[in-house]
């Protein structure tokens, strides 16, 4: 289902529960983006498991007369479905600060060749709306120290670290 124009060229396409399969390539396609060195991904489908669900929104970015070989590669073969070039899975939950009841961003992912395009913060935003108009008091979201970009985007929109995650390797 289209729910509107997201930007100029491109449409906000509501996801289904029952694309488990689509969003597991997508995910797996961030993570060997973000994480190059590694080769298992398999973990994702744990995650997925989990957390995706009809409670769990999935939007899905369309571009308008797209047929880029590479997003068809992320495509089941037999679909004839429309490509999308990026997408956002998201859902409720609780803030353990202050036990508020927010939106959290599980995965949010733009192809390379439609970023800079303001396609994630319209994502963003069209979530903010959301959330806004649900009485929601704010946002959440996870992004790894090294996606330079991403946090620049998530700093402009107004986010702001609330924790920092550490860890230490052996």
């Not at 509107?4 to 993570?31: H, M």
């Not at 973990?43 to 498991?49: A, E, K, P, R, T």
């Not at 571009?63 to 859902?91: F, H, K, N, R, Y």
């Not at 970023?115 to 994630?120: P, S, V």
Request: hydrophobic share 40%.
């Amino acid at each position: 289902m289209i729910l509107a124009e997201l930007l100029p060229g491109y449409e906000l396409q509501v996801g289904s529960s029952l694309e488990r399969s689509r969003l597991l390539r997508w995910l797996t396609r961030t993570y060997q983006e973000l994480f190059p060195h590694l080769t298992d991904f398999s973990h994702l489908d744990n995650q997925i498991s989990n957390h995706f669900s009809q409670e769990t929104p999935l939007w899905w970015v369309i571009s308008q007369g797209d047929g880029d070989a590479e997003i068809q590669s992320l495509l089941p073969s037999q679909s004839a479905a429309i490509a999308p070039v990026a997408g956002l899975w998201w859902g409720w939950v609780v803030d353990q600060a202050d036990s508020q009841r927010i939106p959290h961003v599980f995965w949010i992912h733009v192809l390379p060749e439609h970023r800079r395009k303001g396609i994630g913060r319209s994502l963003l935003k069209k979530l903010e709306k959301e959330a806004q108009e649900s009485g929601a008091a704010g946002i959440s979201l996870q992004v790894y120290g090294h996606n330079a970009g991403a946090i620049t985007l998530y700093q402009s929109l107004g986010y702001q670290s609330q924790a920092v995650l550490m860890r230490k390797s052996f």
